[in-house]
């Protein structure tokens, strides 16, 4: 079993829409839990960390966090074209990252 | 500008001729780390540093070394390259201070060929 599980997509949407993106994970230890955005041919960007549950806002985008059940999540509010790309979750313990597979999305105009 | 540059960017080589590609980053970050991506199974950690000298094994880290001498640099060598080395790999670094990894960049890929 991977540590990271991540919903696999593809996703397409009508812009607008609420988006959702998901990862388990399945070791304790995990201590900070962080989103990135990759567009094609590029490096990923870092788009939201954080290190507790609850959940964590920037602009459209909110990062949630359930420590108890294993769960990240990455909700894009009022999503644009400009939003398509593969969105990786990644979870951190000390130095060592470990990542989920991708989703990409495709947002619609 | 704050930037991580790799080099080279393309490299297309023989199984057992030894290669390194470069890491760089001008912004005194501690963390450095090396990754490969392949199709459908998202970014792999090869090794990571926590600052000088300071080097750790990730995920995938047989068939790599890496070196931290200084600050900026953390070069990835592959002393006996093999067609299963073929892939996408992208260095990152990233501030320590505090427990805050808001500043992170990635470099803009190498994408490597072993033939």
């Known amino acids: 079993q991977k540590e990271v599980e991540q919903d696999p997509g593809p996703l397409s949407v009508p812009e607008g829409a609420i988006v959702s993106l998901n990862c388990t994970y399945s070791?304790?230890?995990?201590?900070?839990f962080m989103w990135y955005r990759q567009y094609s041919r590029k490096g990923p960007e870092l788009l939201m960390y954080?290190?507790?549950?609850g959940n964590k806002e920037d602009g459209r985008f909110t990062a949630q966090v359930d420590k108890s059940s294993k769960y990240i999540s990455l909700f894009i509010r009022d999503s644009q074209p400009s939003d398509s790309a593969t969105y990786l979750c990644?979870?951190?313990?000390?130095?060592?990252?470990?990542f989920g597979d991708g989703t990409t999305l495709t947002v619609k105009p | 500008e704050a930037q991580v540059t790799q080099n080279p960017r393309y490299l297309i080589t023989v199984t057992g001729k030894k290669l390194t590609v470069t890491c760089s980053q001008n912004?005194?970050?501690?963390?450095m780390s090396w990754y490969r991506q392949d199709p459908g199974l998202g970014l792999r950690q090869i090794y990571y540093s926590m600052n000088v000298e300071v080097t750790d094994k990730g995920d995938v880290p047989e068939g790599y070394k890496v070196s931290r001498k200084e600050k900026r640099n953390f070069p990835l060598i592959l002393e006996s390259p093999s067609p299963n080395q073929t892939s996408l790999y992208f260095c990152?670094?990233?501030?320590?201070?505090?427990?805050?990894?808001?500043?992170?960049?990635f470099g803009p890929g190498t994408r490597l060929t072993v033939l």
């Open positions: 070791n304790s230890a995990f201590q900070y």
């Open positions: 912004m005194n970050h501690e963390y």
């Open positions: 990644a979870i951190k313990e000390a130095g060592k990252s470990t």
């Open positions: 954080t290190y507790s549950s």
């Open positions: 990152a670094s990233s501030s320590l201070a505090g427990v805050s990894y808001n500043e992170q960049f």
